[in-house]
């Protein structure tokens, strides 16, 4: 291979977690580290008795080692290359790189991709790439280039956006900025709906690509119905709610610069539509003021858990917040409801909503049961890769 690497060497019995292809080494499962590291340097892991088992990223925390490949290799411009091809000819096969009604989707989906640490999401010919691990940012140039040369003439630019999510005590001094040439278009389409996209000072990548397809469903359940959007963003459900025929739509949310956004793309796609208004709230006061007002309510909230000591809190959060919706919604009425939080398992989420219908004493159906989409894939050996789960709910 040419270059060597430090080794990390993994205690007795700690190996067989890569041995069914995990891509997380933990740093309890660390004998000793040979050779001096910093933060995002590549290393080689092998089991205590010497045999090699993957290279990785290394970094501090709870998750030692990111890992990027289980074959010795070397990580050079080839090497990612060949990663990103394959990322993309996923893509392609779920027809997303071609579709005339859809121009906004998920690249790159960290460890579902054998990329950990990196997401890219494609808005209409620019790639917007966040960096969520040191070892991804120090290559995202290398990134960039490899993702023009497999993309061709349908990438006209790469911006990069992880100085919100790369680890600050890295010391990496990231900034976004673009990479490789300069977008001109901030408007993509998904299903034919039209929406602008703010990459610059949204947030995430400046949208929420994962929702696509639990967005459509909401279309479908609409007709005739009053639909709460909470937490609503940037507007999606609510103008597929309105494409599906809902009665009257109501966009809340606690940031004003969201509801500017709504506004804006509600006009895109519905110029001047009566039906629907949009207001800046917070999710508990609104709905205490509109008891059986809606019939049909959507519940997306922000992440209530960014690691696992927020579990608790969080499984609380959910419980209250869909307890809410079981006391204000309208009998037969259907609720969609989310998490997007990693560390809360879908198990953990469904019992918080028991508990929450439960104490609503109110009879509650689940109708659906929603995952994110095929363009997020799940790596098989990395089950933690499953972080959005919803429920369709028919409550009586």
């Not at 009053?226 to 494409?243: D, E, I, K, T």
């Not at 959005?388 to 009586?396: A, R, S, T």
Request: one cysteine or more.
């Amino acid at each position: 291979m040419g270059q060597t690497y430090s080794r990390v060497i993994l205690k007795s019995g700690k190996e067989q977690s890569l041995q069914r292809f995990h891509p997380w080494i933990f740093s309890g499962a660390i004998k000793e580290i040979k050779g001096r590291v910093e933060e995002g340097d590549v290393v080689e892991v092998v089991s205590n008795q010497g045999d090699f088992l993957a290279m990785g990223h290394v970094q501090p925390g709870s998750i030692a080692v990111r890992v990027f490949s289980f074959e010795q290799v070397a990580p050079d411009y080839a090497f990612w290359k060949g990663k990103l091809e394959k990322a993309v000819d996923v893509r392609a096969k779920l027809g997303l790189l071609d579709n005339p009604e859809t121009n906004v989707f998920r690249l790159v989906h960290g460890e579902g991709d054998g990329l950990p640490g990196l997401i890219i999401d494609f808005y209409n010919g620019t790639a917007v790439m966040q960096a969520h691990s040191a070892g991804m940012f120090l290559v995202r140039e290398t990134l960039a280039k490899a993702l023009k040369e497999v993309m061709g003439d349908k990438l006209t630019a790469v911006y990069d956006k992880s100085e919100k999510t790369v680890p600050f005590k890295a010391g990496l001094d990231a900034k976004d900025g673009y990479l490789l040439g300069k977008s001109e278009v901030f408007e993509v389409q998904e299903y034919g709906n039209r929406f602008k996209v703010d990459w610059v000072e949204g947030q995430k990548t400046g949208f929420f690509v994962d929702q696509r397809e639990n967005r459509r469903l909401v279309q479908e359940y609409s007709h005739g119905r009053n639909v709460l959007n909470m937490f609503c963003y940037s507007g999606g459900f609510s103008f597929y709610a309105m494409r599906g025929g809902a009665k009257l739509v109501h966009s809340v949310d606690a940031s004003a610069k969201a509801i500017d956004l709504t506004n804006v793309n509600v006009q895109l796609n519905f110029p001047d539509d009566p039906r629907h208004e949009a207001f800046v709230d917070d999710a508990f006061d609104f709905m205490d003021k509109n008891k059986d007002k809606y019939d049909l309510i959507i519940l997306d909230p922000p992440a209530f858990a960014k690691h696992i000591g927020a579990l608790p809190q969080a499984l609380k959060g959910y419980k209250r917040l869909n307890l809410k919706a079981f006391q204000q919604i309208a009998p037969g009425g259907i609720l969609f409801t989310f998490s997007c939080s990693q560390v809360v398992g879908k198990d953990k989420f469904r019992e918080a909503v028991f508990s929450a219908a439960a104490i609503s004493g109110r009879k509650v159906r689940i109708l659906n049961q929603l995952v994110q989409p095929a363009d997020h894939p799940v790596d098989m050996y990395h089950p933690e890769g499953e972080y959005l789960k919803g429920l369709v709910l028919y409550v009586e």
